[in-house]
């Protein structure tokens, strides 16, 4: 027999909105970042090694 999970609360999905608009900013941020980086690396005529970022 399966349990019914409750319907979501309007706090629950707050939360859960937050958790995906903090998902997708820090998905945004990352990709800026990247972008800045290659952008400075190619200003300075600097090598980036790919391996060194992970």
């Not at 939360?15 to 200003?43: G, H, N, S, T, V």
């Amino acid at each position: 027999m399966r349990h019914a999970r409750p319907p979501m609360t309007t706090y629950e999905k707050f939360l859960q909105q937050a958790q995906q608009e903090m998902i997708a900013f820090e998905q945004r941020e990352c990709e800026f970042r990247k972008q800045d980086r290659d952008e400075r690396a190619a200003r300075l005529h600097l090598p980036i090694d790919r391996a060194e970022l992970h």
